[in-house]
């Protein structure tokens, strides 16, 4: 995969972009509009962590719902030169250019006018039960989309799938919705974790397994704490995620997820094998066990 230089692409006025991480930008590229998402800025934080990686974390994330059969979103990476310094980007193609407008479900959760919680509050309850009463998508299909979308964050190690950053698309002349293909995924894959960290995990058991199995957690909460992707996928207590690690465990293909990041060129060969192993033992030690323990073959 070569690094596409977007630097002198057409700027499209008129369009931007909400979000807490990193600076983006509408271009054009190829007779398409592609959201370019720079990394968060380093500015006051741990020297020792690299934002870089939220790139290459949005990109490869992104790439492994396609391939798993879950509507995602579009990307590639590349460079942009901003005054004279080179930057990695992710490039994302937007699904909103055809005219559709992206209404994230903290949003729609507003719409529920008897919910004792905002449109922030991500207690899984109350997410189930806004499920049942939002009037946008069919009940049954977004909280099949919801819990596929959860397995695969487990095994991406997300620890950011907010309400804010998935949602509908409406078209206000059609007057219809549908369910929004899977963005932002650039807190999958330890994105904070430099080389130092990322030979640690490798050369150390108890490195890897503190980040299977204790961190990083799901930005969903369960009786008011956040949701351990182990415990919680073991556990079986919700007949729908079961539904949903049944049908995805079998999509996974290790051996082609590890050609897929060998063939990222700007990847050093240390990251290549970070994010195949972090990826290959979530498998191993997250989703695996949970599928045997309830029933897959």
């Known amino acids: ?42 500015e006051n934080k741990p020297t020792e962590l690299s934002y870089t990686n939220s790139c290459y974390s949005e990109h490869i994330a992104s790439s492994i719902f396609r391939m798993l059969g879950i509507a995602a979103q ?29 209404y994230d479900f903290c949003s729609i959760k507003n ?5 004792e919680h905002g449109g922030t509050g991500t207690e899984l309850s109350d997410i ?39 949602g509908f698309l409406i078209d206000n002349a059609e007057h219809t919705a549908e369910i ?34 204790q961190f990083p957690t799901s930005a969903i909460h369960e009786h008011g704490k956040k949701i351990r992707y182990y415990d919680f996928l073991l556990s079986g207590e919700h007949p729908e995620c079961i539904k949903a690690l049944l049908y995805i465990v079998p999509k ?3 051996q082609k997820i590890k050609k897929f990041i060998e063939q990222i060129s700007c990847l050093s060969e240390l990251q290549q094998q970070f994010y195949y192993t972090y990826i290959s033992e979530r498998f191993r030690k997250i989703l695996l066990p949970a599928y045997i323990r309830h029933g897959g073959q």
């Not at 719409?111 to 919910?115: A, L, P, Y």
């Not at 939002?134 to 099949?144: C, D, H, S, W």
């Not at 899977?182 to 995990?201: E, H, T, W, Y």
């Open 252 to 254: 996974v293909n290790l």
């Open 128 to 166: 189930m039960d806004t499920f049942e009463k939002q009037q946008f998508v069919n009940p049954v299909m977004l909280q099949e989309f919801f819990w596929n979308m959860f397995v695969v964050d487990a095994l991406l190690g997300n620890f950011d799938r907010h309400n804010g950053n998935w």
């Open 180 to 213: 929004a293909p899977v963005f932002d995924c650039g807190s999958c894959l330890l994105p904070q974790a430099d080389d130092n960290i990322m030979r640690k995990v490798l050369e150390t058991e108890d490195e890897l397994n503190a980040r299977i199995f």
């Open 111 to 115: 719409t529920v006018i008897d919910s």
């Open 74 to 102: 579009e990307t590639m990476l590349g460079t942009f030169n901003v005054s004279g310094k080179r930057k990695v980007v992710c490039a994302c193609k937007d699904f909103t250019a055809d005219g559709k407008i992206l």
């Open 1 to 42: 995969m070569n690094m596409i230089d977007f630097t002198e692409c057409k700027r499209i006025f008129g369009k931007a972009y909400n979000g807490a991480n990193g600076k983006k930008i509408a271009v054009e590229y190829n007779g398409s509009i592609y959201m370019l998402k720079f990394p968060p800025s380093a």
